[in-house]
């Protein structure tokens, strides 16, 4: 998705990484570098607005669902396997154990 026009900051990058800006994960040069992007580019601007609505009506509609314990404690494992530089396996991680 692109406008067409030329940009400091490719729309493919703003794109890969909207999820990061939408939940505030990310340092405050790149969400200046976001927002400048978003004044240039109106198809982009459409995607960070689209996808705004669909954050806020999950949590709206699911916002008060607890998550089940052994799924938060997978997900925290495998995230701290990512930070920590770790190989990540490929498996879902949510999965119970493989058979076959």
Same mark, same amino acid.
Do not use: W
């Given at each position: 998705? !692109?406008?067409?026009?030329?940009? $400091? +900051?490719?729309?493919? =990058?703003?794109?890969?990484? *909207?999820?990061?800006?939408?939940?505030?994960?990310?340092?405050? !040069?790149?969400?200046?570098?976001? $927002? +400048?992007?978003?004044? =240039?580019?109106?198809?982009? *601007?459409?995607?960070?607005?689209?996808?705004?609505?669909?954050?806020?009506?999950?949590?709206?509609?699911?916002?008060?669902?607890?998550?089940?314990?052994?799924?938060?404690?997978?997900?925290?494992?495998?995230?701290?396997?990512?930070?920590?530089?770790?190989?990540?396996?490929?498996?879902?991680?949510?999965?119970?154990?493989?058979?076959?």
């Amino acid at each position: 998705m !692109s406008c067409g026009e030329p940009h $400091e +900051t490719d729309c493919a =990058e703003v794109l890969d990484h *909207l999820y990061e800006f939408l939940d505030h994960e990310m340092p405050d !040069s790149d969400c200046t570098k976001f $927002e +400048t992007h978003f004044g =240039e580019c109106n198809p982009c *601007l459409e995607k960070y607005g689209l996808e705004q609505a669909v954050k806020k009506l999950v949590k709206r509609c699911c916002g008060s669902d607890d998550v089940p314990s052994d799924l938060r404690s997978k997900v925290m494992g495998r995230i701290e396997l990512i930070r920590s530089g770790q190989a990540v396996p490929d498996h879902d991680v949510t999965a119970g154990p493989a058979t076959g």
